[in-house]
């Protein structure tokens, strides 16, 4: 089919009163300890704790901050379903002894692609089970993937990848769905979540909530999520900013009421539901290394990049075009050799430490896509890859430390921050284009203070990390 505009997708809808954040932040909401998939959830929100580790001090460190949202970065889409298992149980236990020693009341957030990637319903199942077994009750689980920021929307109960100018396509018919180890067919939410519960939680028992009751009739929307009962999946249409936000008032409503969820959301969620303020794009000035930042006497940064999507490969062809740039590769093949394996390596850490004398560098992995015989087995080649590419990172960070990182991929970006830079207690400081792209701060390790850019694979424009990378290197 052809791509549909928004025009036509929400032709007969009726606009919603337009809601502040402040108002949404005056609800009654507990701290948001989110479960981040991977790091690019933060892109929506700004001054926020991130923790990469979540043993008990960390998530009280976090949760000492005062802040109403916790991002943990679990890294679970690059991990197999039982060891996401085994990490979603360790930060909720975790999580709920934190709590409990900084006084702080708490409900969990499963933040996850936007593109409906990942261990879906595993994730909220484990999270659910182990507030079950703490003796809460969980009466739904709200499902949330819309990131209009980055071309995602929902409507009527349908979600839908694209943009303004180019039109919008089912998500089902996409480069996503098709992903080798996250693959599906359905776009239409209630068929989506039977399919990827192999028919447990069929599609007439999804609840909906849809853009007209969102905009025009909040009792509607109040009922529906009363209504919800044993973990039951309530899927929410979204389109804008502003819908979430009239959402997240009658989310607060039916909770002071007694219900009680758990979420599986894209990254505005969050910011919506907190009354965050949308945060602007970060000045030149904003994006500097921090005063304590370790020192460098590096010329650039160092762009690392295992995101194999279209739209990365265009933004690494637009950044060539517009900079001067070195390009070292990652060949897959060889790295999955442990005879050439490190030889290999050695090589490219040696000339990236050089080349930083001179400017940027970009270190990238084969731009082929190898896969296994399954999915299994094509999360083991992903893994053995980020590790080759987090090896790299590390070395090269201890022979000169560069003035900034962006690290492009989700999994990528995880990697890049707890192994290849020691991240491990960081703040986000805001995003870098508009609603996209989040810098973090580094609060300790090797890495301290060095601009941390992640930059998920699937969003922007072609000229995205062209536009990034040309800020950094304006604060040299």
Known sequence: MDPLSLEQLTANLPRGRDVEAEVVARTGCPVLLVLDDDPTGTQSVADL????????????WALSTGARAVYVMTNSRSLSPADAERVNREVVTNGLEAARRTDRTVAFVSRSDSTLRGHFPLEP??????LTGAGQRV???IIVPAFPDAGRITVDSTHYAGSPADGYMPVGQTEFAQDATFGYRSSYLPDWVAEKSSGQRPADTVLRVTLAQIRTDQEAVVTTLRHAHDRQPIVVDCVEENDLRLFSLALARAEEGGQAFIYRVGPPFVRARIGQQVHPPLTAEQSRPAPDAVASDAAGGLIVVGSHVGVTGRQLDALRERLAITTLTIDVPTVLDPDQREAHLHQIVARAAREL???????????QVVTG????DSLRIA????AALVS???QALAARAPRFVIAKGGITSSDVASKGLGIRHATVRGPMLPGIVSMWQPADGPARGIPYIVFAGNVGSDDSLAE???KLQSTL
């Open 139 to 141: 009466d739904g689980v």
């Open 392 to 394: 790299t990172v590390a």
């Open 125 to 130: 199942d484990v999270i659910a089970s182990e």
């Open 373 to 376: 015989a399954d999915a299994d």
């Open 357 to 367: 004398l001179r400017g940027s560098v970009v270190i990238q992995t084969s731009r």
């Open 383 to 386: 893994r053995d890859v980020s």
């Open 49 to 60: 704790p991130v923790i990469t580790a979540w043993q008990v001090d960390d998530l009280a």
């Open 468 to 470: 990034v990378v040309e």
